[in-house]
């Protein structure tokens, strides 16, 4: 219970320090790139070392990378079917497929399953989501912009300097050693940070005006991020027939709401970005109560995939 009372106080302080301007309007990047650079690799070095490899450990990666290709495909038809225009199109490819797997689903999952589950959480983030955010989002951003040149270099380097991966590698590398009481402690201090520094960040950049020209796109933004999403996710844990903390781990990520960073890359790419801050902030409200009823129906729902496909 004291999980989701720090959850909502700490998005509802940043909302409305927002909303009262008493902090200066860096102060969301700040907050992130904090979360990316100190508190975030922390807590991988903390917890990756303790997985042990097995096929589980790569459930997450199938799953994120599945369910994103496929949510590309099913965007591209939406919307061709509705005409959106490039600036549109290319808003819903950042915000409906990079999935907000570490801020939100960090404290969310932490809440749900327990510390047991981050490892996976974790996994799927770094592996899935981070890639896709400097290799995939670099592209999209770059083509439906027209703004700046995409190239092999920029994807390369983006990608191996990003410090939450660096760390992965790192963690890998040391998997089944043993840390030093001393170290495990600086690790564990820095890493706890992550829930409140994040959701107050989250706080910080929510934004909920929606016009009425813009529901056609923010619905179907939201539809396949929200539902068809983790619906995906669910059907390729039945068809391998996975019933596990790594498969529920990465249904729950596939549910999560949209990438912040993602509607942050969008707005500066010129992507539409009154419908990008609508779609994340909106999305982050939903999901907190959409992400609660997908956790209770989980099992019920692989349950009936099982009977009637």
């Known amino acids: 219970m004291e999980n989701f009372v720090l959850i909502l106080l700490a998005i509802s302080i940043g ?20 979360v990316i650079y100190i508190s975030l690799p922390a807590m991988i070095l903390l917890q990756v070392p303790k997985l042990t490899f097995s096929m589980d450990t790569l459930i997450p990666i199938i799953i994120s990378w599945s369910v994103m290709s496929i949510s590309v495909i099913l965007i591209l038809l939406l919307s061709k079917f509705f005409c959106f225009s490039k ?13 907000n797997s570490s801020f939100m689903g960090i404290p969310i999952i932490h809440a749900y399953m327990g510390e047991s589950a981050l490892a996976y959480v974790l996994v799927y983030d770094q592996l899935g989501t981070c890639i896709a955010l400097a290799t995939y989002g670099t592209f ?9 040149q995409i190239t092999f270099k920029i994807i390369t380097l983006k990608v191996i300097t990003f410090p939450p991966l660096i760390s992965l ?14 170290i495990l402690k600086v690790l564990s201090s820095f890493a706890n940070t992550i829930v409140p520094i994040a959701l107050v960040a989250v706080g910080l950049q929510l934004q909920f005006k929606l016009p009425k020209e813009e529901i056609k796109p923010f619905s179907v933004a939201l539809g396949v991020k929200l539902i068809f999403a983790p619906l995906i996710a669910i059907a390729i844990s039945k068809l391998f027939s996975w019933e596990n903390q790594a498969s529920i781990v990465s249904i729950m990520e596939a549910g999560m709401a949209p990438m912040i960073t993602a509607g942050a890359i969008a707005s500066i790419a010129g992507l539409a970005p009154r419908l990008s801050s609508a779609i994340v902030g909106y999305g982050i409200l939903i999901s907190f109560f959409s992400t609660n009823i997908l956790y209770r129906l989980v099992g019920y729902i692989i349950t009936i995939f099982y009977i009637y496909l």
């Open 15 to 34: 909302y409305f320090i927002n909303r009262l301007n008493i902090f200066p309007k860096e102060t969301p990047a700040i907050l992130n790139q904090f």
């Open 87 to 99: 600036q549109i199109t290319g808003s819903l490819l950042l915000v409906s497929i990079l999935t």
């Open 140 to 148: 999209i951003a770059s083509y439906y912009s027209n703004k700046n």
């Open 169 to 182: 590698v790192v963690a890998l590398f040391l998997t089944g050693i043993e840390f030093d009481p001393i």
